[in-house]
């Protein structure tokens, strides 16, 4: 990881060097010169990093340099990062309006962003230039000692392909014996009551899996009332596994704290209840602290089971189980069925037998374990070559006597084979819990905020972080793939076994805390400069790690507690703003708006100058401090459900490197800031609000023009909109990554109601891109609902109509050609659906015999005045022509529309179309809700 670390470092050298003498940001005399030894020094390191690395894993003394070189690079970075605040500081000094003269403004640069309060700001960064390269100068010469060779990785000259790992299902880890063993163990009636079933066996051996395989079996699924699946691991926290009991039966904890209250709980709420609960990754051989959570489980009813997952037969024999199954290893048959599906996919012939051989001497150094056998098959899918084969079964790791599991040798060569930044992401993972899941979106943008992705080849850094991931992926470090209906991934797990190896890597940089109350873990004087990348959880109110303020090289700070602030003494928070200013990544949200407990945000977060990532989601802030605006490296602000957040600071013009506003559900939300239009960077804006009261520092409609915006962005209070021909063009026409866009036509003007022709013109103007695939029409008051751009649609697949109050007829939707989701609510002028549905009114000229070709989903609900939906149609033009309807129709909902007494007779004969229709007198169809 010291290799991607100092190449990191070099890239940064040059770039702010270079932009400083562009920006005239000089520094002091002869400190040009440090600068060149400072590059020099680098890279005579980075000559030798290559063998230094390789070298760590067998001989300590190499490992202890290469843990100085990186704690050194980690000064060098924060220094040449507060200079590049510097040239921030000064281009934003004069900012040029997209509309106007460039206009002058006056920034004051804080002291307290520098440790060297006496001395001015090029000085101060002269000088800790001096000190990191006085440090770095040591290293350097202490290099010389371990006789090192210069080697130069070759890195990949093709792209990365992104949609290349494979997601292994269980049915192709065979052992189907032990699954058959367990389910019968499971569901079999037994005399004792509440029985341990106890899957032991080495790591990467498969528990996990077959716990997962029974958990979501049928059979398991209908002989039990409750199923609960808690991940153990270290420390056995008997706080948070009942917290996660309880959690998983559907009930909140918040009013609970002390152990007795919780194992109550857990009592009342699986009393004569068949339960089913699996503890995975077992660790513990306190019987005290199990016996006390048994005690409490008894209560369930009879045939009630739990099935445990450990590597350790004390554990077994602690808990008192009599069901043991012993899961052994996958056979050399099974090993290399495995194996030849990941390292053969999609090889020719001829190739995969010329590896064969080889192949399956690799596959039998994996030991039967499937983990070991996903990871090098995954990495030899890659190599094409038999004699990168061959260096594969000769390495030399595979003679290691002292690595912590049999399974980190495939791990390590996987992790070898990595380009240098993936590796620093794929450790950074080892800040979350065992059994996390790992959003995809969030954690590219905290591998952004370290510096970990950049741009490439003029491709954007979040596309280069997707393909980090999906490269990750490939190699079978992640798995438990979570998508959307669009088959995309959006989120993952690591196995516990990578998650240990990414820890093991680490080597305490990056770091999971628990907190309970009972004691604060330590975090040990000899290693806390080396933590820079922490998640807490705290249980209990009135709790925090006050050793964390020692930890002043901090990086990541991230909040996985309920209700942070009820955790927090009253100072902490301008506390950790104020001292922990090396941080990247700051998250204090809530899990949810419920009793959040932070209501301001103290003006220290202006400390926070190498801030790229701020979650403050959830919190019931009502305005965000002007000093959040001195955050010029901000690239992520997510602020999403803050819901009583009413206005944005004034000066969010300086946040130049912003790129993604979360801001989702700020539903008290009055304006924008003008200055929004001057983030040329931004790509991620979810609400942008119409202001009611024609105030000068809120941006207008056509404001959204300077923007090039991503994604999915909802316009609300268009009601508010001044004179609508006054708005020239359409402001997002232009926007050809916006895939998903919501119109709300909400708000009066003026005390007076919008007329229905002002909203059908504006509803015209408003022309988006052709590429989009949703949109959501809200509360509009036109007559009709078909601006001339609607039919150019061509991909839009979601489509909905929300409070369209003086709508009569529905747009002729039937042509969209890739509509797959229809909902229609709250329509109460709409009293007929024909065939105006299906086509333009009177357009003999339609060649279409399919209607709605792709149409998967509708629903119409709360339609109080429809009465009829009739389009029988055999006839297009003079020639008589038979026409398919929603041929691809699988779902029909209808709720509440009182007066529909029919439907289309194609609808009612297909029989393979689940319809839920209820609050609706549809003759002869009464009983319909399959």
Not at 686 to 713: M, P, Q
Request: proline share 3%; glycine share 4%; with cysteine.
């Amino acid at each position: 990881m010291a290799e991607a670390l100092v190449s990191g470092v070099l890239e940064q050298l040059t770039a702010v060097a270079g932009e400083g003498i562009q920006q005239k940001v000089r520094l002091v005399v002869g400190v040009d010169e440090e600068v060149k030894k400072l590059s020099s020094n680098l890279e005579a390191i980075q000559a030798v990093l290559v063998d230094a690395e390789a070298r760590q894993v067998t001989e300590t003394a190499v490992r202890r340099w290469l843990d100085q070189l990186k704690q050194a690079s980690y000064d060098i970075e924060d220094v040449l990062d507060e200079w590049n605040y510097a040239i921030l500081k000064q281009k934003l000094e004069g900012v040029e309006d997209a509309t106007g003269p460039k206009k002058k403004v006056c920034f004051f640069f804080p002291s307290y962003c520098f440790s060297f309060k006496q001395v001015s700001l090029r000085n101060d960064i002269a000088i800790k230039i001096k000190e990191v390269n006085e440090n770095l100068d040591v290293i350097t010469k202490q290099k010389e000692r371990y006789s090192f060779n210069t080697m130069t990785r070759v890195e990949r000259p093709e792209h990365i392909q992104t949609t290349s790992f494979i997601d292994v299902s269980e049915e192709m880890c065979g052992q189907d014996a032990y699954k058959s063993i367990l389910i019968d163990k499971l569901c079999v009636s037994t005399e004792q009551r509440l029985p341990i079933i106890s899957l032991i066996g080495m790591g990467g051996i498969g528990k996990t899996t077959f716990a997962q395989f029974a958990y979501n079996h049928d059979k398991v699924i209908n002989s039990f009332h409750e199923r609960i699946w808690v991940c153990v691991s270290e420390p056995f926290d008997e706080h948070r596994i009942a917290k996660a009991i309880i959690e998983s039966l559907g009930n909140s904890t918040k009013d609970l704290s002390e152990l007795q209250s919780l194992h109550q709980r857990i009592g009342t709420l699986i009393q004569s209840k068949k339960c089913f609960l699996v503890l995975d990754d077992v660790w513990s051989e306190d019987f005290k602290k199990w016996e006390r959570l048994y005690r409490c489980l008894k209560n369930s009813a009879h045939r009630s089971k739990i099935l445990i997952t450990t590597r350790k037969k004390s554990v077994v024999e602690m808990m008192g189980s009599i069901d043991i199954i012993d899961v052994q290893g996958l056979s050399d048959d099974e090993c290399w069925l495995l194996f030849k599906q990941l390292a053969f996919f999609g090889r020719p012939t001829e190739e995969c037998e010329k590896l064969e051989e080889i192949g399956k001497k690799i596959s039998s150094k994996c030991k039967g374990l499937p983990l070991a056998v996903k990871t090098l098959g995954s990495l030899l899918r890659f190599k094409k070559r038999w004699e990168e084969w061959k260096h594969v079964l000769d390495s030399e790791l595979w003679k290691l006597e002292k690595i912590e599991e049999d399974v980190f040798v495939p791990l390590l060569l996987s992790y070898n084979e990595l380009p240098c930044m993936m590796k620093r992401c794929f450790v950074y993972c080892a800040i979350f819990p065992k059994d996390y899941r790992l959003k995809k979106d969030e954690l590219i943008k905290l591998w952004m905020a370290q510096g970990y992705v950049k741009e490439e080849e003029n491709k954007a850094m979040e596309i280069v972080g997707e393909e980090y991931f999906d490269y990750l992926a490939s190699r079978s470090l992640f798995q438990e793939f979570e998508k959307d209906d669009e088959n995309n991934v959006i989120a993952c797990k690591m196995h516990d076994l990578v998650h240990d190896f990414a820890q093991f890597l680490s080597k305490n940089e990056c770091a999971h805390i628990e907190v309970d109350g009972s004691k604060e873990p330590l975090i040990s004087s000899s290693n806390h400069e080396k933590v820079c990348h922490i998640m807490v959880t705290m249980y209990g109110e009135d709790l925090f790690l006050d050793s964390i303020f020692r930890l002043r090289m901090m990086r990541s700070f991230l909040n996985d507690t309920e209700n942070f602030m009820a955790t927090l003494p009253r100072d902490t928070m301008p506390k950790l703003f104020g001292e922990l200013t090396c941080l990247r990544a700051l998250n204090i949200a809530k899990r949810s708006h419920r009793n959040s407990l932070i209501e301001e945000i103290p003006k220290e977060v202006g400390k926070l100058i190498h801030l790229r990532y701020l979650n403050l989601s959830h919190l019931r802030i009502k305005k965000l401090p002007e000093a959040l605006c001195e955050l010029y490296n901000l690239q992520t602000l997510d602020i999403s459900n803050c819901f009583l957040l009413e206005e944005l600071p004034q000066g969010v013009e300086k946040l130049i490197n912003l790129r993604h506003l979360k801001n989702d559900e700020t539903r008290s939300l009055k304006y924008i800031p003008k200055g929004i239009r001057r983030l040329s960077n931004l790509r991620t804006l979810r609400y942008f609000v119409i202001s009611g009261s024609n105030d000068e520092k809120a941006c207008s409609l056509e404001g959204l023009k300077y923007l090039n915006l991503f994604g999915e962005l909802r316009i609300k209070m268009l009601g508010n909109v001044p004179d609508v021909k006054e708005v020239k063009t359409s402001p997002l026409k232009n926007h050809e990554n916006l895939v998903g866009l919501g119109l709300d036509f909400n708000k009066v003007i003026d005390g007076r109601e919008r007329r229905n022709e002002e909203d059908e013109a504006l509803l015209e103007i408003l022309q988006p891109s052709s590429n989009l695939e949703k949109l959501n029409i809200r509360r509009y008051r036109g007559n009709t609902i078909l601006p001339n751009w609607m039919m150019s649609l061509t991909k839009l697949r979601e489509l909905a109509l929300y409070n369209c109050d003086n709508c009569k007829h529905l747009p002729p939707l039937g042509e969209l050609p890739s509509l797959e989701y229809l909902d229609i609510r709250f329509m109460n002028s709409l009293k007929s659906v024909s065939n105006e549905l299906l086509r333009k009114e009177n357009d003999d000229t339609s060649s279409s015999s399919v209607f709605f070709p792709k149409l998967k989903r509708i629903k119409f609900l709360w339609l109080r005045e429809w009465e009829e939906w009739d389009h029988e149609i055999t006839r297009i033009g003079d020639e008589e022509e038979v026409i398919t309807i929603m041929p691809s129709l699988v779902s029909l909902e209808i709720y509440d529309c009182p007066k529909l007494k029919s439907l289309p007779k194609h609808l009612v004969q297909n029989t393979r179309l689940k319809k839920e229709i209820s609050h609706c007198p549809l003759l002869g169809y009464r009983g319909w809700s399959q």
